[in-house]
């Protein structure tokens, strides 16, 4: 790869490279790249510098970009089964929210969910419940089936067009399900011992559960 300019002596600057093709050279550790299509595979390869020497690179594939990069949940806590948050929809290189009032609920932030990867919505909490938000606010009267891929999918009255403040920002608490590491032991003819692992999932070492059964095979 032929390698980006640099920014000033002294300052941090990180070179990003998509499909090892040069994409530009930022100062922000947080960039958007637009214009990736959904479900597609990206290898994004991240140099970081400082007075002109590499200190630092990291490369990452992401599938499925456009749809994660689309929606956020902000002031939430995040675990490796849930995440919570004010929603936050990506839209003409700027962050909104979403209007929480008494039109926003479960089915609308199963959408949101879904997106983030999370199997489930248990909540759909409303009225800045994550604290407010700034910039624009994207939707209003939303009517969401849960099954929609984003919420600009579901049905609303357009773009822009709200009758709130952020006051009412809409939030969302998601769980996923997890793989639990199975193991099956028989002890004898008639007994067996079913053996199962909790991931780690609020800073806690992982756990080990056992069931014994018995009468095996009747």
């Known amino acids: 790869l032929s390698k980006a300019g640099y920014l000033s002596s002294g300052e941090i600057s990180f070179a990003i490279y998509l499909n090892e093709t040069y994409w530009g050279l ?42 994660f990069r689309s929606v956020r949940l902000v002031g939430g806590v995040e675990t490796a089964t849930q995440i919570s948050g004010r929603v936050e929809i990506f839209r003409n290189n700027s962050w909104y929210t979403v209007c929480g009032d008494n039109f926003w609920d479960t089915n609308d932030a199963r959408v949101v969910c879904r997106q983030l990867g999370y199997n489930y919505a248990i ?20 009517s969401c089936t849960g099954n ?31 793989e639990l590491n199975v193991e099956v032991q028989v002890v004898s003819s008639n007994e067996a011992i079913i053996s199962w692992r ?3 999932t609020h800073g806690i070492d992982e756990v080990k559960y056992e069931l014994r059964l018995a009468s095996l095979g009747r």
């Open 26 to 67: 930022t100062k922000s550790s947080e960039v958007t790249i637009s214009g990736l299509e959904k479900d597609a595979v990206y290898s994004i390869e991240a140099d970081v510098y400082i007075n002109k020497q590499i200190i630092f690179r990291g490369l990452k594939t992401l599938a499925k970009t456009t749809s």
């Open 123 to 142: 909540s759909a909490p409303r009225y800045s419940h994550f604290g407010q938000g700034s910039g624009g606010i994207l939707l209003d009267y939303l």
């Open 148 to 178: 929609e891929e984003t919420l600009l999918d579901c049905s609303h009255r357009g773009e822009g067009v709200h009758g709130c403040s952020h006051r009412e920002d809409a939030g969302a608490v998601c769980f996923k399900s997890v």
């Open 198 to 200: 909790l991931p780690n």
